[in-house]
């Protein structure tokens, strides 16, 4: 090689690594494609994990539901047991949204009302992901146990106390705030969980519109009855 030819070696491979640096378009791009991807696969798992719990469940299986193969399933999750706590991760903060909206300067009684909506909207339009929950922690949440025990305990502690200020305020009636929040919980998710049970017994789901309106109401009639001011 040449003196000159040497001399302009340096310039070529510098303009080379310019060249090979991605635009920021293009990294916007990929980073989209990365997350679709990965809400794919995680709504496969979803799927999959809720029909055969977690032991039950197979990567393989998971891969061909999101129509990937598992060494790209892997790119995103290193194991099973990672995939599925992302999948339960994402239903608790999913699930706990609508109690996050509750604040002391709301009217507590429309406050509860709009809860009970959302939460059986919730019920009706994703009753898979409750009952994945509900398979988790009667398992004894053995994945999750510390998500319950600090997010969600304090998440359920900051609301207690918006609870019992409107308690004080006389907004609601003297009830134990826990118990109305465990309450809130059962009645609506029972309408997921025992999906099977109830349509056996009333042979309908929240998926028929005057159904869920029946529901609704009559849930709105007897907790809110049970809590407003005497």
């Given at each position: ?6 001399g ?8 080379r690594k310019?060249q090979r640096?991605?635009?920021a378009a293009s ?16 709504e496969?798992a ?24 598992k ?9 099973k ?13 999913l ?9 002391e300067?709301q ?6 009302r709009?809860?009970?909506?959302v ?8 009753p898979?992901?409750?009952?994945l ?5 009667m398992?004894?949440a053995p994945?999750?146990?510390t998500?319950l025990?600090?997010?969600l305990?304090?998440?359920?502690e900051?609301k207690?106390a ?10 609601l009636?003297?009830?134990e ?7 809130l919980w ?8 025992f ?8 042979g ?10 029946e ?5 709105e009639?007897?907790?809110?009855n049970?809590?407003?001011p005497?």
């Amino acid at each position: 090689m040449s003196a000159s030819t040497r001399g302009k070696e340096p310039a070529r491979q510098a303009r080379r690594k310019q060249q090979r640096v991605p635009s920021a378009a293009s990294l916007s791009r990929r980073l989209r494609n990365s997350e679709r991807k990965r809400a794919v696969i995680l709504e496969a798992a979803l799927e999959t994990f809720s029909k055969y719990g977690i032991h039950g469940a197979s990567i393989e299986q998971i891969a061909l539901q999101a129509d990937v193969s598992k060494t790209n399933l892997f790119y995103y999750f290193t194991n099973k047991e990672e995939l599925y706590v992302s999948v339960l991760r994402n239903l608790l903060d999913l699930w706990l949204k609508p109690l996050r909206a509750f604040t002391e300067d709301q009217d507590p009684i429309e406050a509860i009302r709009d809860y009970l909506r959302v939460k059986l909207e919730f019920s009706r339009d994703h009753p898979a992901e409750s009952r994945l929950f509900c398979m988790e922690v009667m398992q004894g949440a053995p994945l999750m146990l510390t998500e319950l025990q600090q997010p969600l305990h304090d998440l359920v502690e900051n609301k207690i106390a918006v609870i019992q200020t409107w308690i004080d305020q006389g907004k609601l009636s003297a009830v134990e705030p826990y118990h109305l929040i465990f309450s809130l919980w059962a009645t609506t998710q029972h309408y997921a969980d025992f999906r099977v049970q109830i349509e056996a017994v009333a042979g309908k789901t929240l998926d028929d519109p005057a159904f869920f309106t029946e529901t609704l109401k009559s849930l709105e009639t007897i907790i809110l009855n049970g809590v407003s001011p005497r």
